[in-house]
């Protein structure tokens, strides 16, 4: 397996978890159900909408996990009915979107057909911290 070397650079001190990150995010990029749309809905919010056409709020499941957004959704079989044909599958999903620090999510509401995700993103403040310079008298360092 090969490594990316993004973050190889010595200047990039700590950053070992954004590869880690950016792996996970690379392996769920192919998937094409639920279909979903993300929006900014201010400067400080965001809404994450996914199609769940069919699915009851018992069917889907909204967690955070390790900074990421778990949406998942099984539909039970209905053991009851004879179908003639049938077009439309009971499938279930996973759906995850990694999320910056401090992202927090508010809330989910299903209307219509359509799971929407509520997300707030703190405002960045520019932090300046001074440290203080030790002098050692007797020369032998830190």
Known sequence: MTRSTYFNSPFLLGFEHLERLL???AKSAGDAYPPYNI????DDRLRITLAVAGFDRSEL???VEDNQLVIRGRQSESTDKTFLHRG???RQFQRAFVLA???????A???N??????????????VVRTIDIKSNSN???L
Do not use: F, Q, W, Y
């Not at 929006?39 to 201010?42: A, G, H, I, L, P």
């Not at 620090?101 to 809330?107: L, Y």
């Open 23 to 25: 792996e996970r995010t």
């Open 101 to 107: 620090e401090g992202i927090d999510v508010k809330g």
């Open 139 to 141: 020369g032998s360092g």
């Open 109 to 111: 509401e299903l209307e």
């Open 88 to 90: 439309i599958a009971a």
């Open 39 to 42: 929006e900014e809905s201010s």
């Open 61 to 63: 499941s909204v967690t």
């Open 113 to 126: 057909g359509l799971l929407s995700i509520e997300l707030v993103r703190p405002k960045a403040e520019a």
